[in-house]
């Protein structure tokens, strides 16, 4: 009669405990759902700074250096603006050019490269000192061919390997918001 009852008690100990450890499994995926990252506007301006200066030739006959990036964000629309100072020379002018140039994208997410880079990019805003009307228009078709280029090729952001994987499961981004303060960004578990 004891050792059924020991028995039952010892079948009763391993139900409970597999009940026990299914509550526990079954919390912890609840654990690795998806989940958001801030990412603050002060990462994303030092990420930015590490990359510049940059320098690009345009046109064939252009040479373009950005300097000193600053970073905004435009919470209205989840656009990214990206204003720099802007030097250029060429064997066309006298002296080097100095202006500044602001271009805003939309943002995307590249899981290629792990990084959020900007889409649809266009420059808002192009000047320089000291250009007539006609060099003026030179000099913008130059800084479009720049700003598409350095759009295309530099992330304005890219993922650290803790955003990727979290508890053990690998995550991927999905969705990008902007937020008063930085970005906000959805990852969900890889499939």
Known sequence: M?????????????VALAVAAGALLGGCASLTGPREV?????????GLEQK??????????????????????LRDNDRLALAADVSITSPLLRQAVQGSVSLSGRLLVDNVRNAVVLGDAHIDRFTVGGADERLQGQLTAAANVVAEKLVRDMP?????PDELRYLGVQY?????RTTADGLAIRFEPAK
């Open 2 to 14: 004891q050792t059924t009852l020991l028995a039952r008690r010892r079948r009763f100990g391993w």
């Open 172 to 176: 991927v981004p999905t969705t990008i």
């Open 38 to 46: 801030a990412v603050p506007l002060e990462r994303l301006q030092r």
């Open 156 to 160: 304005v952001y890219h993922f650290r």
């Open 52 to 73: 510049f200066p940059l320098q690009q030739r345009a046109l064939g006959v252009f040479e373009l250096q950005l300097a000193r990036p600053q970073v905004t964000v």
